[in-house]
Each structure stands twice: as C-alpha cells, then as structure tokens.
C-alpha cells in the first residue's frame, strides 16, 4: 500500500512539474524556500498555485482553484502556505519523508534551487 501510495504521489508530482508556467507576473514560476516548494501551472480553466511542503516528517500538497489575475495568484500563493501551516489532514500526501533538496538548470548549469533564486542567472527561469 505505501509502494502504490508513493507512485501516485509521484505521478502527480510528474504532472504539476510538466505542466508549469510561466505567468510573466511578479509570482514566479518556481520557488523553493527549503521547506516549501510552490509551482505556477497551467490548468484547463486558467493557472493554478501549487504548493509542496515537507513538514514533520511528512509531504504536504495543496492546489488552488483555476485563477486568471496576477492578484489572485500572489493571493492564493500566501493562502497555500497558510494552509500547509494549519496541517489540514486532507493535503497530507505522503509520510516517512526525512528529507529533501532540490536542483533547478539555471544559466545553463544544475545548481541548489535555493542558492540560486536571487542571482541574475535565476532571471533565465528554470529549464
């Protein structure tokens, strides 16, 4: 049950990272703050904000409704985290996590998503 639990966690991982956009706003399409990581996608009705979270051993997830304004997104972004923060039990996607970092392609060469994420390389946008 855990193994089928961690694939369909993993496909829906698979399906936000493929489906990120870039909304040309002030809300990026990536960011990683080493605990959260929130996503811009491209849902049928609109865009959507997608936050992943590792908290106390556990990963997180929560998505917002479709969305057409850069309002809305820089609104529903702060809603996400918050969310997360309260440890609603239904965003609860998968336990025993113990820990994880991320890599983005920035400027053409493979670096931490956090380290990167103020620099004129990170300008470029993730590939």
Do not use: K, M
């Not at 990536?30 to 590792?54: E, K, M």
């Not at 556990?58 to 529903?76: G, N, T």
């Amino acid at each position: 049950a855990q193994t089928a639990r961690l694939q369909t966690v993993l496909a829906q991982w698979e399906t936000d990272l493929r489906a990120l956009q870039d909304s040309h706003s002030p809300v990026p399409p990536l960011a990683f703050d080493g605990g959260s990581l929130v996503l811009t996608r491209q849902a049928p009705a609109g865009l959507q904000v997608i936050v992943w979270s590792l908290r106390e051993g556990s990963l997180w997830r929560w998505e917002s409704p479709a969305l057409r304004s850069v309002e809305e997104l820089q609104a529903q972004r702060q809603s996400g985290l918050q969310q997360l923060a309260q440890r609603n039990p239904a965003l609860r996607a998968f336990d025993g996590v113990a820990g994880w970092q991320f890599y983005c392609f920035w400027g053409n060469a493979w670096s931490n998503c956090q380290s990167t994420g103020g620099t004129a390389a990170a300008d470029a946008g993730p590939v």
